[in-house]
């Protein structure tokens, strides 16, 4: 019977030890960039915003999820434990659009500043107060 024990627990504690390791790997994983990935579509963050603001279902329709090349100015740049956001927008305009950097992108992120022309690529996730892209990245050269 102590050996019937010592195989269970034995087993237990291994179960847990892989338990463990799985949910590490699976909720751990960094947040990619889109850097290398061809863009859906290019755009000016003005126009992107105004596609959404005025007809936000045909918005949806055609960039939620979708690889997304935009170019505007810096007006916020925030950071925390998630990345670098920025948000591009015009001086006068109370929206924008907000991009998440992924983690590869802050080397990136700590060279740029307000008020200069950005290029940016994400994952759009809809229009919020703000058109919201995921995974970013800073693109070099405009496509």
């Excluded at 939620?64 to 916020?76: H, M, P, R, S, Y």
């Amino acid at each position: 019977m102590k050996k019937i024990w010592k195989i269970a627990t034995a087993l237990f504690v291994v179960g847990i030890i892989a338990a463990v390791f799985v949910a590490l790997y699976v909720f751990r994983k960094p947040i990619e960039s889109v850097a290398n990935q061809k863009a859906d579509f290019t755009i000016q963050a003005d126009s992107l915003l105004m596609a959404f603001e005025t007809d936000e279902n045909a918005a949806n329709a055609k960039y939620l999820d979708k690889i997304i090349t935009v170019k505007g100015t810096i007006a916020e740049i925030t950071s925390d434990t998630s990345g670098y956001t920025i948000v591009l927008r015009n001086e006068t305009a109370l929206s924008g659009v907000s991009c998440l950097l992924g983690k590869d992108q802050t080397e990136k992120a700590a060279t740029i500043a307000l008020g200069q022309e950005l290029t940016l690529k994400g994952i759009c996730n809809g229009y919020l107060m703000d058109v919201v892209l995921n995974k970013g990245a800073i693109v070099e050269d405009a496509e």
